[in-house]
Nanobody, 115 residues
Framework: QVQLVESGGGLVQPGGSLRLSCVAS????????MGWYRQAPGKQREFVAW???????NYADFVKGRFTISRDNAKNTMYLQMNSLKVEDTAVYYC?????????WGQGTQVTVSS
């Protein structure tokens, strides 16, 4: 059974940094484009970034220059380094495949940016 588990969220002040992790199991992780998504209170879930099997990455405009997505296929893990965090980055962050599937949405990890 495929499972994705997010971690690394927390409370951080504006301008701070966090690194999120997504550990995959039950799948040949290296073969898949993987992505990060987020959902803020009262809003729909939105795309943040994806990374393909060659580590080519693409970002939503609102995180370009601040967030970096990466992966370690040997560890079946994807990361999201978030720098220069803003209050509006507050959300639950989820990982999924690059073409997300409903059965892979997990609990996510809460990121709260507040002074």
């Amino acid at each position: 059974q495929v499972q994705l588990v997010e971690s690394g969220g927390g409370l951080v002040q504006p301008g701070g940094s966090l690194r999120l992790s997504c550990v995959a199991s039950g799948m040949i992780f290296s073969r898949y484009t993987m992505g990060w998504y987020r959902q803020a209170p009262g809003k729909q879930r939105e795309f943040v970034a994806w990374i393909d099997s060659s580590s080519f990455a693409n970002y939503a405009d609102f995180v370009k220059g601040r967030f970096t997505i990466s992966r370690d296929n040997a560890k079946n893990t994807m990361y999201l380094q978030m720098n220069s965090l803003k209050v509006e980055d507050t959300a639950v962050y989820y990982c999924n495949k690059g073409a997300p599937t409903d059965d892979l949405w997990g609990q996510g990890t809460q990121v709260t940016v507040s002074s």
